[in-house]
């Protein structure tokens, strides 16, 4: 394995598990945070220098003189890289590339990042960083991205799809291995994720009303936080939606526990037409299914690929909650099935969505690219 220097923006970001996941696994000589412009490593040494070593200072640098903090930071980047002499650069997020690109080709480095979805898709970043990810693609000798949809929007903001590997996160299926099926009510539906709008929440409990008419006494966990998270609470009081419940923020071992209590899995994933944020590939259906929970979403991203229609879930069109009631409802009324869907989404996983399996193509890129 190259001596790696891995790059991502947040170094507590409790959604991040893949990132952690990554580190973890792939074990970099050094992994620098501290934003779009990571400085800092896990050890708390700074890139840079002198003065610069204050938050403050570089405060007022970066407020007053922008493009002048641009180059204190590459010029200290410089230094730092060929300092600890690195074979490549691996980084989590298009952004977090570009930040380090300039530093990167002046010390002759090869970088590679990954994609994971709001980067490759939201109008703000591919329309502020279209340029920097030309140049990007340009010099990096592989981009990593987590779905085949996700390798044409590249496609389309400049990259050569022969550059592009498709390499989803992981799971580890040792860790999420499931209970005892007769401990499930058979009633129990599950979601775990950000409340933003390309997880729809506000979709699902449309759904779930129609759901709920259907079978009175059966719940709905929406576990999580984020944007939406209120707008969600006040729908389900305004439409007198019974038995949601929200536990907010949990954490992998509370979402395991919540996944070996529940029956199916639903997330209505869409397409945000006014922003453009897409999903990559989101790991809380690869986990559900590793702990033979039935899927039930949307033909959305790698979604698609993620979950095969009519074996381990249904999937339905973005922003049809009636057709992805009637599914749910489905698999409710039919106990069988949904033990079948489940047993064939861990077989479905285990053979194609391992972390250990996933990871080693990571390592087999970087291997070839130093």
């Not at 200290?76 to 930040?99: H, M, P, Q, W």
């Not at 709905?220 to 038995?243: C, Q, T, W, Y």
Request: hydrophobic share 35%.
């Amino acid at each position: 394995m190259p001596k790696l220097l891995l790059a991502t923006p947040n170094q507590n970001y409790f959604s991040e598990t893949f990132v952690r996941d990554h580190i973890r696994l792939l074990q970099p000589e050094t992994v620098l945070y501290g934003g779009w412009r990571p400085y800092f490593t896990q050890d708390n040494h700074s890139v840079f220098s002198g003065i610069w070593k204050f938050n403050l200072c570089r405060a007022g640098l970066k407020r007053l003189f922008p493009k002048l903090y641009s180059r204190l930071y590459t010029h200290s980047l410089v230094r730092f890289i060929r300092k600890g002499n690195y074979d490549c650069i691996l980084t989590e997020y298009g952004i977090t590339a570009t930040s380090l690109l300039p530093a990167a080709k002046e010390c002759g480095v090869p970088v590679t990042c990954i994609f994971h979805g709001f980067d490759a898709y939201e109008f703000t970043y591919t329309n502020q960083y279209s340029n920097r990810y030309k140049e990007l693609f340009e010099y990096a000798p592989r981009i990593i991205c987590v779905s085949n949809d996700m390798k044409s929007q590249l496609v389309s903001l400049g990259c050569k799809a022969d550059k592009i590997e498709v390499i989803p996160c992981g799971v580890d299926p040792k860790i999420f291995t499931p209970g005892e099926k007769n401990k499930k009510s058979g009633k129990k539906l599950l979601f775990i994720g950000r409340f933003t709008p390309k997880k729809n929440p506000i979709g699902l409990l449309q759904s779930f009303k129609t759901i709920s008419e259907k079978f009175p006494d059966c719940t709905l966990v929406m576990a999580g936080d984020g944007e939406l998270l209120n707008e969600a609470k006040e729908f389900v009081r305004k439409k007198s939606i019974p038995h949601v419940q929200f536990p907010g923020k949990i954490n992998r071992e509370q979402a395991i526990s919540l996944m070996n209590k529940s029956d199916i899995y639903v997330q209505h994933s869409i397409r945000v037409t006014k922003t453009g944020d897409s999903e990559g590939t989101p790991v809380s259906i690869l986990e559900a299914q590793a702990m033979q929970l039935p899927v039930v979403s949307t033909l959305h991203a790698g979604i698609k690929e993620a979950v095969l229609d009519g074996k381990t879930g249904f999937l339905v069109p973005e922003n049809d909650v009636d057709t992805f009631a009637v599914k749910v409802i489905e698999l409710l009324e039919n106990r069988d099935l949904r033990i079948s869907f489940g047993e064939n989404a861990r077989v479905h996983v285990t053979q194609n969505y391992t972390q250990e399996l996933l990871v080693h193509k990571i390592e087999h890129i970087l291997e070839l690219c130093h």
